[in-house]
């Protein structure tokens, strides 16, 4: 059974840092990876989607990998705002002959100004 | 382009009662999917469907609940007998091949 932990749960940092989110999956076989943002109240953004046969996607300040084999992939956001005050959740598809679904629990961040 | 649909933002039913919740996914878009989000929780694979393919029916938590999805468009989760658990707020995404999942606003359903 796929299992999708996102560490850490909370996460504050001051304006202008660098940071990680991390998000490890206990199967390996996967379609894909998403990473979204979740607003409170509001439904969810895509950030960045990875294949399976990929190893890392860009998008401005984001940057996303993913390591099959060792079952992780991370969010990693330069130069923080307060903008980015969000929680981060990643999603893995399972593999061929699924279509489900899985979601960590998220990343709460706060970026202080 | 017009993004993902939903219909009622809100809803307020009574415990007993059948309640209908509507997705207009993206045009051309041939995937849809539905999830919960119980308050406090993570996101909670309920249903997909793709074309005209047999809908993925396995995350479904009982069988009060059902979904349909006509032409191919418009989708509609029908939750029956609600119960006071099912309060939650129930998201819908489609997706133009089943990869990239775009979310609509979801639904916010309370049971009193």
């Known amino acids: 059974k796929q299992e999708v932990t996102q560490i850490p749960a909370a996460l504050s940092v001051p304006e202008g840092e660098n940071l990680v989110l991390n998000c490890s999956f206990t199967d390996s076989a996967i379609y894909n990876l998403q990473w979204f943002r979740q607003d409170p109240g509001k439904g969810l953004t895509s950030l960045l989607l990875i294949q399976s046969s990929q190893r890392e996607q860009t998008s401005g300040r984001l940057n996303a990998s993913l390591d099959k084999s060792s079952g992780r992939s991370t969010l990693y956001i330069a130069a923080s705002q307060p903008g980015d005050s969000a929680t981060y959740l990643c999603?893995?598809?399972?593999?061929?002959?699924?279509?489900?679904?899985?979601f960590g629990a998220g990343t709460r961040l706060f970026v202080k100004a | 382009g017009a993004g993902v649909s939903q219909s009622p933002s809100n809803k307020v039913t009574e415990k007993g009662k059948d309640v209908e919740l509507r997705c207009d996914p993206i045009s051309g878009h041939t995937a849809l999917y539905w999830y919960r989000q119980s308050l406090g929780q993570g996101l909670e694979f309920l249903i997909y469907f793709q074309g005209n393919s047999a809908p993925d029916k396995s995350g479904l938590p009982s069988d009060r609940f059902s979904a349909e999805r006509t032409g191919g468009s418009v989708s509609t989760l029908t939750i029956q007998r609600t119960q006071q658990e099912d309060s939650a707020v129930y998201l819908c995404?489609?997706?133009?091949?089943?990869?990239?999942?775009?979310f609509g606003p979801g639904t916010r359903l309370t049971v009193l």
């Open positions: 999603a893995v598809r399972l593999g061929a002959g699924g279509f489900k679904t899985i």
């Open positions: 995404a489609s997706s133009p091949t089943g990869s990239e999942q775009f």
